[in-house]
């Protein structure tokens, strides 16, 4: 049994993306998400990049997942929960 499934990957994604702050309202204040779009507006000369990490995320935090970003959460989910099922069996 993994401890990370497809679905669950999926629905976590949008309480990590919230708790970190990429929110519906925006990038909270004071929050890691702040941290990284300052970062990310100093590298690039002042502004977030379109398509950037950060500005990825935002979009996800806003508006959801976009069903080719849920295909690639679960999958990347799914591959974390095999690994970590076949690294316990090893272990075992």
Known sequence: MGITTNGGAVALTP????????TAAGIAANSIAASMMAS??????????AGSTVAVLQSAGAAGLAT?????????????GWLTSAAAAVLI
């Open 68 to 80: 080719s970003t849920t295909a690639v959460v679960a999958g990347v989910g799914g591959a974390v």
């Open 15 to 22: 309480v990590v993306l919230g708790a970190v702050g990429f």
């Open 40 to 49: 990310a507006a100093t590298a690039s000369g002042g502004g977030v990049l």
